[in-house]
């Protein structure tokens, strides 16, 4: 058993109230940041601004998933994003590693990361799940139909929930059976994943259903353009409509809320923690 395997399971190492899970994109074309942290000084320092500003987890990735992104291959992964996980977990913040290949995540996990958010869930590589078992750190399972570069194609659903649903129990019942524990297990519905606007609008209103699986639910709305269609908004002008669906997401049941704007969003989400009773002012 590993050190990190020691460790009480994140979802219980965090305050019982909305988590905020702040983004550090170190890539040069990131749908909302493209190009903006790309160079390890400023990626650190940003790291560092977002735990100052009220971040529970720092989530670092190396690899755009925006609609039509090009793969990146695991060397250039991980020469982006392990300096800037090294430092990170200098901080007294949490650090998540966003990504999908195994040899990324376990020399990220050496470093320091508490936990792996694979966007495949664990399809993306064999290797993953042992990886995550052997070395004890928490897991998200994300749901995406298809892949970055042909998601928005034309997705289709029987029923959007009840299909992610479906998709939630045989991945985390893989996950079990490979050796990860239930408890370090964190589902992410995956809005803007191979979605529609319409798509994406029911699953917010009905992600209550998805809680009811029993897991921490990490809703990443932040900026996406679901909410660049209603509001007719560009992509650096959709804080209002992050706010609304973050406050949304909480109410039906999301433990973790993964955000750009750290600062607004970590207000938003004590306000809204007051009024279902998870934080006392």
């Not at 319409?198 to 353009?225: C, F, M, Q, V, Y």
């Not at 002008?237 to 955000?259: S, Y």
């Not at 607004?264 to 809204?272: D, K």
């Amino acid at each position: 058993m590993t050190e990190r395997a020691t460790e009480r399971p994140l979802v219980d190492r965090l305050s019982p109230g909305t988590a905020v899970m702040g983004i550090v994109n170190v890539t040069p074309d990131s749908f909302f940041d493209g190009g903006r942290y790309a160079t390890f000084e400023r990626a650190a320092a940003h790291a560092r601004e977002l735990a100052e500003a009220g971040a529970d987890i720092i989530d670092i990735g190396g690899e755009s998933s925006r609609p039509g992104a090009e793969p990146l291959t695991p060397a250039e992964e991980l020469q982006r994003v392990l300096p800037v996980v090294r430092a990170a977990a200098s901080l007294q913040t949490p650090v998540s590693i966003d990504t999908y290949h195994a040899s990324t995540a376990e020399a990220c996990v050496a470093a320091g990361a508490a936990m792996v958010n694979d966007i495949t869930a664990l399809r993306g590589d064999p290797e993953m799940a042992g990886l995550v078992a052997s070395s004890g750190v928490d897991c998200v399972l994300m749901h995406m139909q298809g892949d970055p570069k042909t998601m928005q194609s034309n997705p289709s659903y029987t029923d959007v929930v009840d299909d992610i649903r479906a998709f939630f129990d045989e991945r985390m019942a893989y996950a079990v059976a490979q050796g990860i524990s239930e408890r370090r297990i964190w589902l992410d519905p995956g809005f803007g994943f191979g979605k529609t606007v319409a798509h994406n609008l029911e699953l917010l209103r009905r992600l209550g259903e998805l809680a009811a699986l029993g897991r921490p639910i990490l809703a990443g709305t932040s900026n996406k353009s679901m909410i660049g269609a209603v509001l007719n908004a560009p992509v650096d002008d959709r804080d209002a409509g992050t706010a609304a669906t973050v406050a949304v997401a909480i109410a039906n049941g999301a433990r973790a809320i993964r955000v750009h704007n750290v600062r607004m969003m970590a207000r938003v989400a004590r306000v809204t923690d007051a009024i279902y009773g998870k934080y006392h002012p």
